[in-house]
């Protein structure tokens, strides 16, 4: 079974407007850490923003958001004030308590913006 | 300084040459990652180093040979590689701080790899 579900593989934008990118992820261990990362055509994987399963609220870093829903087990990506250079693609990514280094990454999302 | 370096940043090799990928980052992290990366898929575990001592072979084959001669350095020794080994080839770090969830991973921009 998938644990990490990124159920958009391609999403568009409008430059200056905000965006959500989708993520549920599936655990039974109690600690987890899910990561956001950013992968633009050049390669190099950027992290992006965290959220602990114990953190009691969502995680912010600058124009990056996470709406963490932890009964539904969903932590999106909110983007906010898109900008060209947000187009890349997006990975969404657990790590599990138990998980020995292992980091599980979701299939994905395509961001294009559009001026 | 968050940079992990990889070098060379494209290699183009035939199937029995021998090559090397090399890695390096200088923010004290004790374990360090290589990820296999196919077109539009996600990074795929190939092998962890924890304290410079492989701590996790996901079943790589044989022709994908890791070394770790120091703290701060991780290669990938290639040997008699096959056409469908061709990908971006991500290399990472992370302090180690035991089974923590919460550890971030620095990744390096990666060694696009092409076999002919």
């Known amino acids: 079974a998938q644990k990490i579900t990124q159920t958009q593989p391609g999403m568009f934008v409008q430059e200056k407007e905000a965006v959500t990118l989708d993520c549920t992820y599936d655990?039974?261990?109690?600690?987890?850490?899910l990561f956001w990362y950013k992968q633009p055509s050049s390669g190099e994987m950027i992290f992006l923003i965290y959220?602990?399963?114990?953190?009691?609220q969502n995680a912010t870093e600058g124009r990056y958001s996470l709406n963490f829903q932890k009964a539904r087990k969903s932590a999106n990506l909110v983007i906010s004030a898109s900008q060209l250079g947000d187009s890349a693609m997006y990975f969404c990514?657990?790590?599990?308590?138990?998980?020995?280094?292992?980091?599980?990454f979701g299939k994905g999302t395509l961001l294009t913006v559009n001026p | 300084d968050t940079e992990v370096t990889q070098t060379p940043k494209h290699l183009v090799m035939g199937m029995t040459n021998k090559k090397s990928l090399k890695c390096e980052q200088h923010?004290?992290?004790?374990?360090m990652y290589w990820y296999k990366q196919k077109a539009k898929k996600p990074p795929e575990l190939m092998f962890v180093?924890?304290?410079?001592?492989?701590?996790i072979n996901e079943s790589v084959p044989s022709r994908f040979s890791p070394e770790c001669p120091n703290s701060s350095l991780l290669n990938l020794h290639l040997h008699a590689l096959q056409p469908e080994d061709s990908a971006l080839y991500l290399c990472?770090?992370?302090?180690?701080?035991?089974?923590?969830?919460?550890?971030?991973?620095?990744f390096g921009s990666g060694t696009q790899l092409s076999v002919l």
């Open positions: 655990t039974s261990d109690p600690s987890y850490g």
């Open positions: 990514a657990m790590r599990e308590g138990g998980s020995n280094y292992k980091l599980t």
């Open positions: 990472a770090s992370s302090q180690d701080s035991g089974q923590n969830p919460n550890e971030k991973l620095f």
């Open positions: 959220q602990g399963s114990y953190d009691q």
């Open positions: 923010m004290g992290h004790r374990a």
């Open positions: 180093y924890s304290y410079e001592k492989l701590s």
